[in-house]
Every structure is written in structure tokens, then in C-alpha cells.
């Protein structure tokens, strides 16, 4: 049997490709990649021909094929139990911030896209992003408040809420939010990862442009 299959997009745009990505890789996973450039001619046509959804990530384990972030990361979890926090409120927590990414702060999403390779850009006024800038904040320094004794991470050690958070803070880096203190120190361990520094690596090299992705003065 060939190695499992992580379908993903641009790496310097896509972030829900780059939290299963983090996934697994920090679980140690041997896996290739398909990478799809999208918004291009044909785009839509090759991501349905991987996933019903027609969105990535998509993940694809000998016969199953597991598609939506969260639930590509449930399915690593069952195969990987590090990559969530071993005790159970730990765990809960981590679920609960992690869902909360998934399903919410969209004026984020939309008014500081991931865009790795910009910087210096100033994101546009939107109802709702400073509150959720706030949030983002507040989640960060009271994790890392809590569990500073048992590693750099939010949990202290790695979990799938790592993952789910990188993006963004390539979006703040991206747009200049930050924070001294144990914000400001969080964003700095997720930017010197060694693998978040290796899919850094090879945004840099891609050429394409997704205007929708570009925003801000
Ligand atoms: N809820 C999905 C969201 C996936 C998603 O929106 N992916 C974007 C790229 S980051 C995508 O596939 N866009 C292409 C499209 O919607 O046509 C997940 O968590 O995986």
C-alpha cells in the first residue's frame, strides 16, 4: 500500500491545508502531497475528482478518504492520541478553542487573509475585528499563562489547537498585530517551528496570485 495522500492548496494562501499539514506532521506521519493551485482555470474540477467537497484539505488513508480539517484531525487523534491533550479538561479545552477557530472569527478570515510571503500590511476596518483580535489574544496568553511549565505550547505540549491557531498568526504577522509577553513569545515559537518553517520554505517558491487573498493597504 502507498503512503496516505494529504491533498492541499497554495501554501501561501491555503490554511486550512497547513493546519492538517502541522497535523501531521507533528504526529510523525510519512505522507505525499498533491498540491492544487486554487482559484485557476480547472481548479474546482481536480479538487472534486479528490474530494466530494471540493474543498482541501483533503486526506486520503489507503481506501478512506477524510475531508474537513476538524475531521481530518479526529481521524489522526484516533491513530496519534499526542496529538490532543492527555488529560480529559485539557483535552476539552483544547477541543472547545479549537472549534471555536473552525467555526468562527470570520472578520478575521476575511479582512486578514493568510498570506504568508506579505508583511507591513494594514488590514481594513471590519465590524467585529478588533473583538476578535481580542479573543484570538485572549485565548493565547491565558493558555500559555496556565500551562507555561509544561512546554511552549498552548497545551504546553504540541496539539491539533496548535495547528488550528498557526494561521493566524502568519495573518497577524501579516497585517502587524501582536503583543509583548506571552502573546508576542507563542507567535515566536509557532514562527520558528522548524516545520512551519519548512512550509514557509516552499510558499516562497510559488508564483501564484489570488487577488482575493492580496488585500489591505
Ligand atoms: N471547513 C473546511 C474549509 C476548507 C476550505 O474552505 N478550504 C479552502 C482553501 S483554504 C478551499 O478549498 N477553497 C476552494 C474553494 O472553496 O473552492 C475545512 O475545515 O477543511
Redesign the pocket.
Given at each position: 500500500m502507498g503512503k496516505p495522500l494529504l491533498v492541499i492548496?497554495n501554501k501561501n494562501?491555503?490554511?486550512?491545508?497547513l493546519r492538517a499539514w502541522l497535523m501531521l506532521k507533528h504526529a510523525g506521519v510519512d505522507f505525499d502531497e498533491l498540491r492544487i493551485p486554487?482559484?485557476v482555470e480547472g481548479?474546482?474540477e481536480k479538487?472534486l475528482a479528490c474530494s466530494p467537497a471540493?474543498?482541501?484539505?483533503a486526506y486520503r488513508d489507503g481506501d478512506l478518504l477524510v475531508?474537513?480539517?476538524?475531521a481530518i484531525g479526529e481521524y489522526l487523534y484516533e491513530l496519534y492520541p499526542s496529538l490532543w491533550p492527555a488529560q480529559r479538561e485539557a483535552r476539552a479545552r483544547a477541543r472547545s478553542v479549537s472549534a471555536e477557530m473552525?467555526s468562527g472569527f470570520i472578520p478575521i478570515r476575511k479582512a486578514m487573509p493568510m498570506n504568508i510571503r506579505a508583511h507591513g500590511r494594514k488590514a481594513a476596518t471590519a465590524t467585529g475585528l478588533d473583538a476578535d483580535i481580542a479573543r484570538v489574544k485572549d485565548i493565547w496568553r491565558e493558555l500559555r499563562t496556565q500551562y507555561a511549565a509544561a512546554g511552549p505550547w498552548l497545551f504546553g505540549q504540541y496539539s491539533i489547537a496548535d495547528a488550528m491557531f498557526a494561521p493566524v498568526v502568519f495573518r497577524f504577522l501579516t497585517y502587524g498585530v501582536g503583543e509583548p509577553g506571552a502573546v508576542g513569545e507563542y507567535m515566536q515559537t509557532v514562527a520558528r517551528d522548524p516545520l512551519v518553517q519548512e512550509w514557509v520554505r516552499d510558499s516562497k517558491l510559488e508564483q501564484e496570485v489570488i487577488a482575493a487573498s492580496e488585500v489591505g493597504a
Open positions: 492548496g494562501y491555503s490554511s486550512w491545508s486554487l482559484y481548479y474546482k479538487l471540493g474543498k482541501v484539505p475531508w474537513d480539517t476538524m473552525h
